[in-house]
């Protein structure tokens, strides 16, 4: 499941790492971006089966 920034911030902060606090974020941005960015390849079949296609 992929989390808005928001939620992932509130989630990291309630676990109290202190100073990691920055570092666990910004590797949970860039995680979230790349999985938006490369779905995986069951939800491309996914997509294909259902006839999904991205819009801009």
């Given at each position: 499941?992929?989390?808005?920034?928001?939620?992932?911030?509130?989630?990291?902060?309630?676990?109290?790492?202190?100073i990691g606090t920055t570092s666990a974020t910004e590797t949970a941005k860039?995680?979230?971006?790349?999985?938006?960015?490369?779905?995986?390849?069951?939800?491309?079949?996914?997509?294909?089966?259902?006839?999904?296609?991205?819009?801009?």
């Amino acid at each position: 499941m992929v989390r808005s920034q928001s939620e992932v911030r509130l989630i990291i902060e309630t676990w109290n790492l202190g100073i990691g606090t920055t570092s666990a974020t910004e590797t949970a941005k860039a995680r979230i971006k790349e999985r938006l960015l490369s779905p995986t390849p069951e939800l491309k079949l996914y997509k294909k089966q259902r006839g999904v296609n991205r819009t801009k």
